[in-house]
């Protein structure tokens, strides 16, 4: 016998309730407090897992850590500052939760080239840029110093010039490009003595930038006997160092006689460093007395050698600027055009 269709109306759609989905729960929008969390800061990046120091009541420890679900494509970067729950002890085999990134301070960032829109964030919260250089063996090459210093004052980050080897050749060859700027230096050579370096990085958190086989290795040995760093050498052939350092780490400085403890962060050698994120604009609100003699400047001026009616080419003409400052500064916006890969 045939079974007789039934007929739904619209009192039936409107109490039909449908099934919920098999492990799902209703959303909320309340969020965990972690009022409980931990502080810490990220001393290295491996793969997704962040080694992180953990200050408390009993004492710091070296904690392993993930990031928490919530956090999403958020980045986590050495010396983030970061609140942690879960298993802090620092005991081998525990792994905590990064659960939110405090806001940083500082920024350095890069981009792979100069066309490339993606910035990547290098380190956070650090206070000072060291440019390490070689005055020989390698060659030093300025197209990087110059980025780097554009990076910095980018940043707000205080830069330092690190020229090492002064045994192979005179530093005065280097630091005559560079003195106009006000850019502070320390020269160092291998087993030489490291106390003026140590009284700039007394206080400090320093990133240590510059290309393979210019001695940051070296440096960071010399300075934090137990770091391990493996030092490399030069290619007799390019003229360039080979990779040692992999990924970036943080190491602490113990307080001496030139000054309070402070942090340095060691790099992997780089072969390029774009500046695409940069804006000129920014760039020379680093020079305070410059940027004064450029209120008067067209709009979209860029400051540059070939801009007419500039304030700093006005501003040298009246005898009120240092034509080699203004044409050191100049060089730094011209190292935000020099390819990248060319460093």
């Given at each position: ?20 989905r ?14 409980d ?19 408390s009541?009993?004492?710091s ?6 990031k ?6 958020k ?17 081998e ?26 910035e ?26 110059d ?52 009284g700039?990085?007394?206080g ?12 940051k290795?070296t ?12 030092v ?16 970036a ?17 060691d ?19 680093a020079?305070?007395d ?31 600027a ?22």
């Amino acid at each position: 016998m045939a079974r007789s269709a039934r007929r739904y109306s619209t009192e039936d759609v409107e109490h039909y309730d449908r099934p919920r989905r098999r492990g799902t729960r209703p959303r909320t929008k309340e969020r965990p407090t972690y009022d409980d969390a931990h502080s810490g800061v990220v001393l290295t990046v491996d793969r997704g897992r962040y080694t992180l120091l953990i200050d408390s009541p009993g004492g710091s420890a070296t904690v392993m850590a993930m990031k928490a679900r919530p956090l999403g494509r958020k980045g986590v970067v050495v010396g983030d500052r970061v609140k942690v729950v879960g298993d802090v002890s620092g005991s081998e085999g525990t792994l905590a939760r990064i659960v939110e990134v405090e806001p940083r301070s500082t920024v350095l960032r890069r981009t792979a080239d100069d066309d490339d829109p993606v910035e990547r964030v290098i380190v956070a919260n650090a206070t000072q840029l060291v440019v390490v250089t070689a005055l020989a063996d390698p060659e030093p090459r300025t197209g990087l110093i110059d980025r780097a210093l554009v990076a910095a004052y980018d940043a707000g980050m205080a830069p330092l010039l690190c020229l090492t080897k002064a045994d192979l050749r005179d530093p005065e060859s280097l630091l005559v490009t560079y003195r106009s700027l006000g850019v502070p230096w320390v020269v160092t050579q291998k087993g030489g003595d490291l106390s003026e370096l140590r009284g700039r990085l007394a206080g400090q958190t320093s990133v240590l930038l510059g290309h393979s086989g210019v001695g940051k290795s070296t440096l960071v040995n010399a300075l934090v006997p137990d770091a391990g760093r493996e030092v490399g050498h030069v290619n007799a052939v390019t003229g360039r160092g080979r990779h040692t350092s992999t990924s970036a780490l943080m190491l602490p400085l113990a307080s001496s006689a030139e000054g309070p403890a402070g942090r340095i962060i060691d790099t992997p050698g780089i072969r390029s460093f774009g500046l695409a994120h940069v804006d000129p604009e920014h760039l020379i609100e680093a020079f305070p007395d410059l940027d004064e003699m450029t209120e008067d400047c067209p709009r979209g001026c860029t400051h540059g050698a070939d801009e007419p009616e500039c304030g700093l080419d006005e501003a040298v003409a009246r005898g009120e600027a240092d034509p080699e400052r203004v044409a050191s500064f100049r060089r730094l916006l011209e190292a935000r055009s020099v390819p990248a890969y060319l460093l």
